[in-house]
């Protein structure tokens, strides 16, 4: 959405009356209904509002980090509520990055105070990632404050997966595995509006099966409702293990040449994804020598260490290992951090930003995409403008902090590793489902969200839908007919039936 049509967007709505719903305070909204309030249309600010008649609660409340956009854009669009703040009752918390929680300490600036129930291990990697979050270093116009985020981080209620919590409304709550994340969760609902229970599955984000680490997402039998992520609705990605040879191959080659392996990673779950890679390989014997593995980054090397205690939380075959006294972060040459300036001999060096953009990865690469023996990995997606997406194209030189590099490293682009599912399969968990009432496709941009919608339509039997921002649908009305016939009452007689008539 541009800025002009979000803007007119919001004019045409609050003139219309729709804007500003007195959330679960009016009579006419006893009715269960939710309301899109973020990641339409586009994959940041998810922000889901869901009123069961009785309360009214979040699913997300993320940033909106899109970049491209001018710095008064963004923080305009964080700012902006389609709801009071005050009217909200709790939040569920699918996982702990950003775009999907990170905007919680504003709305405890705006006045919310309720619980945020999320799994233990969200409540952990939280206590990290929330202080991490730029707005609240930013100069400028900071939306919230370190106070805001110390208040959202002791409202934190941490839940076990798959065990079922009544909250004081009634609600029922539990969380599924996502495998997106180390704590990344679905959350499945369950509540009773009119004398009819309802339930929904809110899928967070979907992990890649291909991930090595964390178990596969679970799935329901069956539900009224899902509301689904769609980052991939229209990509596929590499398979694995030609992935897993490729990386294999370009650090053999590397290392062997003398150079460096730069990899830009994620501090959370993609560094630990490629640590573990690493192990493996080294373990099966599968380069021909010797390099030391340094992970430039003190929070990375923090979120490994919550990862390791969370064992219990991985892929089976991992815990097997595990009990075997095989550990999967620790393996001969890995180091915390590199030695300063120039780094002697074959190596692999992890740091952030995943895109290239901030971080410590931005000095390794200065040093060693001028030289023909190095390589860069990228394992994340590259958006367009990043230095990431440059170098992936070709570009050179390429400017680093106002420094003109050459490129002459080899660049690779290894997609398996993306902590996200594609449509392929998002649709074979979906149809690991009996019933699916409706799926409400969120988190894409329109392309990857109408691409995952038609391939839904091909191949589960399930109705699907692409809510726009802030949609709002009564959820009784998308309840199959003959429901809602059996409550319509008969006519009396012909003579009422005419008087109906005319
Ligand atoms: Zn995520």
Not at 216 to 242: A, C, K, W
């Given at each position: 959405m541009t800025r002009k049509s979000f803007l007119l967007t919001i004019c045409l709505l609050t003139?219309?009356?729709?804007?500003?719903?007195?959330?679960?305070?009016?009579?006419?909204?006893?009715?269960?209904?939710?309301?899109?309030?973020?990641?339409?249309?586009?994959?940041?600010?998810?922000?889901?509002?869901?009123?069961?008649?009785?309360?009214?609660?979040?699913?997300?409340?993320?940033?909106?980090?899109?970049?491209?956009?001018?710095?008064?854009?963004?923080?305009?669009?964080?700012?902006?509520?389609?709801?009071?703040?005050?009217?909200?009752?709790?939040i569920i918390v699918s996982h702990v990055h950003g775009d999907h929680m990170g905007r919680i300490p504003y709305l405890v600036r705006r006045g919310f105070n309720g619980k945020i129930y999320c799994t233990k291990a969200t409540a952990e990697l939280a206590e990290i990632m929330?202080?991490?979050?730029?707005?609240?270093?930013?100069?400028?116009?900071?939306?919230?404050?370190?106070?805001?985020?110390?208040?959202?981080?002791?409202?934190?209620?941490?839940?076990?997966?798959?065990?079922?919590?009544?909250?004081?409304?009634?609600l029922r709550l539990r969380f599924l595995e996502a495998g997106h994340i180390l704590g990344s969760a679905m959350a499945y609902l369950e509540?009773?509006?009119?004398?009819?229970?309802?339930?929904?599955?809110?899928?967070?984000?979907?992990?890649?099966?291909?991930?090595?680490?964390l178990r596969?997402?679970?799935?329901?039998?069956?539900?009224?409702?899902?509301?689904?992520?769609?980052?991939?609705?229209?990509?596929?990605?590499?398979?694995?293990?030609?992935?897993?040879e490729a990386f294999r191959k370009v650090v053999n080659d590397?290392?062997?040449?003398?150079?460096?392996?730069?990899?830009?990673?994620?501090?959370?779950?993609?560094?630990?994804?490629?640590?573990?890679?690493?192990?493996?390989?080294?373990?099966?014997?599968?380069?021909?020598?010797?390099?030391?593995v340094y992970v430039d980054s003190p929070y990375a090397n923090r979120l490994t260490g919550i990862y390791r205690q969370h064992y219990h939380l991985f892929h089976d075959d991992i815990r097997e290992e595990i009990e075997d006294r095989r550990l999967p972060f620790s393996f001969p040459g890995l180091r915390s951090f590199p030695p300063r300036g120039r780094i002697p001999g074959p190596a692999v060096i992890l740091a952030p930003s995943g895109m290239a953009d901030t971080g410590a990865v931005r000095e390794h690469l200065a040093n060693y995409l001028p030289d023909p023996n190095?390589?860069?990995?990228?394992?994340?997606?590259?958006?367009?403008?990043?230095?990431?997406?440059?170098?992936?194209?070709?570009?050179?030189?390429?400017?680093?902090?106002?420094?003109?590099?050459?490129?002459?490293?080899e660049a690779h682009y290894l997609s398996s590793f993306s902590g996200h599912a594609d449509y392929r399969q998002i649709g074979e968990w979906l149809n690991r489902s009996d019933r699916i009432g409706h799926i409400f496709i969120i988190h894409g941009q329109p392309e990857a969200s109408a691409g995952l919608k038609r391939h839904i339509e091909e191949v589960t039997p399930f109705p699907a839908s692409v809510p726009a921002f802030l949609d709002k649908v009564y959820l009784d009305t998308l309840l199959p007919q003959e429901e809602k016939e059996e409550e319509e009452p008969e006519p009396r007689d012909e003579v009422t039936r005419e008087a109906m008539v005319r």
């Open positions: 003139a219309a009356g729709l804007l500003f719903v007195p959330a679960g305070r009016a009579e006419a909204d006893s009715r269960p209904y939710l309301h899109f309030c973020g990641a339409n249309g586009t994959i940041f600010g998810s922000t889901t509002l869901l009123h069961t008649g009785k309360s009214t609660l979040l699913l997300d409340c993320g940033l909106f980090q899109e970049e491209g956009y001018p710095e008064r854009e963004v923080e305009r669009r964080n700012r902006f509520l389609p709801f009071s703040a005050r009217d909200i009752d709790y929330l202080p991490l979050i730029e707005w609240i270093r930013s100069d400028d116009r900071p939306i919230f404050s370190e106070t805001h985020v110390r208040r959202t981080l002791a409202n934190l209620v941490p839940l076990e997966y798959h065990r079922t919590y009544t909250l004081p409304d009634g509540f009773e509006n009119g004398g009819r229970e309802y339930s929904l599955l809110y899928s967070g984000d979907i992990g890649n099966p291909a991930n090595p680490l596969r997402q679970d799935s329901v039998e069956e539900v009224d409702f899902l509301i689904t992520e769609s980052t991939y609705g229209n990509r596929l990605h590499n398979d694995p293990e030609e992935d897993r590397t290392v062997a040449r003398g150079g460096k392996v730069v990899i830009p990673t994620y501090v959370l779950d993609r560094t630990q994804n490629v640590l573990y890679t690493l192990n493996r390989l080294i373990r099966e014997d599968a380069f021909d020598r010797t390099f030391n190095s390589s860069v990995i990228f394992v994340g997606y590259q958006a367009p403008g990043s230095l990431g997406r440059e170098i992936l194209e070709g570009k050179s030189p390429v400017r680093i902090d106002r420094r003109t590099v050459p490129v002459r490293a």
